[in-house]
């Protein structure tokens, strides 16, 4: 069954505001996106998956951690210029650009068949997938908690959900940029999928029976994570195989998404690494066993019937 096109489309092209310095670039902007900060910028030069055209530096910013990622973006033989940081702030749309902009192609999503195989062959899977996260804020800072809690792949939905802005791009601290990111037409098709190839499908649900800490989570399965306020939809929470809650003892009744994704998914990182450490002390401890002592033969006494 084809679930998704074979890659999905890329992202809308940013609008491109009239006058200085746009009339320069803006045949440049038609075709690009636009990264900002200091960290965006450094993690997709380092991840090497975007294809850059120029990187722009505030002439009025001089010091160290500015002219450290300029020496990284010449060493991987990349254009850096000066500019003014006004028109920086201009490019960026946003002042918060740290006295960096990067003009790069889009970056290509993957398809779910990209997804069936772990990132880390031998591994057990762990995914995460977001049913209409639509703030930029959540998304980014759900990808970051993601590339540190060892995510394998992330589901995005093509409608209804917050595309991988330069706002996303920057709140996940340039994490976007290490991802395996597919985007998907109908998350329930792909859950359902991804149960055919032996993953289980766990929803986090404030009416969830199950506390999140008192689920083994070091399986494969995939983390279902819902809209903001209202949470999964419903054909996709009876998709799930089950349902996890975060138990609260104040009187607001859940966390927002990226900090409730945060809690769980820090948690299956907790019990694999536990898991995995237990592992590996069995096997030490097995190499470390001494070999048991040979079976000493009797020694034939004399002088009793001999």
């Not at 530096?57 to 060493?75: F, K, N």
């Not at 033989?77 to 028109?87: D, F, P, S, T």
């Not at 762990?126 to 992330?154: F, H, K, S, Y």
């Not at 990182?269 to 401890?285: N, W």
Request: hydrophobic fraction near 45%.
């Amino acid at each position: 069954m084809n679930l998704m096109r074979a890659k999905s489309e890329r992202l809308a092209a940013p609008q491109v505001p009239s006058g200085w310095p746009y009339r320069r670039w803006s045949s440049t902007l038609s075709s690009m996106e636009v990264l900002y900060g200091l960290h965006p910028v450094e993690e997709a030069v380092k991840a090497g998956r975007r294809r850059f055209d120029q990187v722009l530096v505030a002439r009025e910013r001089d010091d160290l951690r500015l002219e450290r990622l300029v020496a990284l973006c010449r060493e991987a033989g990349l254009h850096v210029r000066q500019e003014a940081r006004e028109q920086l702030t201009q490019l960026a749309q946003s002042p918060a650009h740290q006295g960096v902009v990067a003009l790069v192609h889009p970056l290509d999503f993957l398809s779910i068949e990209d997804l069936f195989e772990p990132a880390r062959p031998g591994a057990a899977r762990l995914l995460l997938a977001l049913d209409g996260v639509e703030d930029p804020q959540n998304l980014g800072a759900l990808l970051r908690v993601a590339d540190g809690a060892g995510v394998d792949g992330v589901l995005l939905t093509e409608r209804r959900s917050a595309p991988l802005s330069p706002v996303a791009v920057k709140a996940s601290a340039g994490a976007a940029e290490h991802l395996r990111i597919a985007r998907v037409v109908n998350l329930v098709r792909a859950l359902e999928e991804l149960k055919r190839r032996n993953l289980w499908i766990i929803g986090l649900d404030e009416r969830g029976q199950t506390d999140y800490d008192q689920f083994d989570l070091t399986g494969d399965c995939v983390l279902v994570l819902g809209r903001e306020g209202a949470g999964l939809h419903d054909l996709v929470r009876r998709t799930c195989d089950h349902l996890l809650r975060i138990p609260m003892s104040g009187g607001v009744s859940s966390l927002n998404v990226s900090a409730a994704g945060a809690v769980v998914l820090f948690e299956a990182f907790r019990q694999r690494r536990l898991a995995a450490r237990s592992a590996e002390g069995a096997v030490g401890r097995t190499i470390a066993a001494p070999a048991p002592a040979a079976a000493s033969k009797p020694k034939k006494q004399k002088g009793l019937g001999s």
